[in-house]
């Protein structure tokens, strides 16, 4: 059974930061893609960062400078660090990971992040 559990969401005032994690299970993390989404009300789930399998990184306009995706293949984890944060990251930010052969998609069940006064 496959799970991707994410942590470290909360509230955090505007220039502020966090840190989420994602443990992955069941699957062979090395060989995923690992990504981060996230979904405000009303809009569409967006990529916020990737990292491969080789740990080569892409990032949002939005983020670029701002956050920081990493991958340790021992613990089976992907962070985000998020600093200088802003009201627009407020969002339920979600863990993904795929593979292209024999293309498998998984989803973590999202943590909320708000950033507000």
Same mark, same amino acid.
């Given at each position: 059974?496959?799970? !991707?559990?994410?942590?470290?969401?909360?509230?955090?005032? =505007?220039?502020?930061?966090?840190? !989420?994690?994602? &443990?992955?299970?069941? *699957? *062979?993390?090395? *060989?995923?893609?690992?990504?981060?989404?996230?979904?405000?009300?009303?809009? %569409?789930?967006?990529l916020?960062?990737?990292?491969?399998?080789?740990? @080569?990184?892409?990032?949002?306009? @939005? /983020?670029?400078?701002?956050?920081? *995706? @990493?991958?340790?293949?021992?613990?089976? #984890? &992907?962070?985000? %660090?998020?600093?200088?944060?802003? @009201?627009?990251?407020?969002?339920?930010y979600?863990c993904?990971?795929?593979?292209?052969?024999? =293309?498998?998609?998984?989803?973590? %069940?999202? #943590?909320? /992040?708000?950033?507000?006064?």
């Open positions: 059974q496959v799970q !991707l559990v994410e942590s470290g969401g909360g509230l955090v005032q =505007p220039g502020g930061s966090l840190r !989420l994690s994602c &443990v992955a299970s069941g *699957i *062979i993390f090395r *060989i995923y893609d690992m990504g981060w989404y996230r979904q405000a009300p009303g809009n %569409q789930r967006e916020v960062a990737r990292i491969t399998s080789g740990a @080569s990184t892409n990032y949002a306009d @939005s /983020v670029k400078g701002r956050f920081s *995706i @990493s991958r340790d293949n021992a613990k089976n #984890t &992907v962070w985000l %660090q998020m600093n200088s944060l802003k @009201s627009e990251d407020t969002a339920v979600y993904n990971a795929v593979r292209y052969t024999n =293309p498998r998609d998984y989803w973590g %069940q999202g #943590t909320q /992040v708000t950033v507000s006064s």
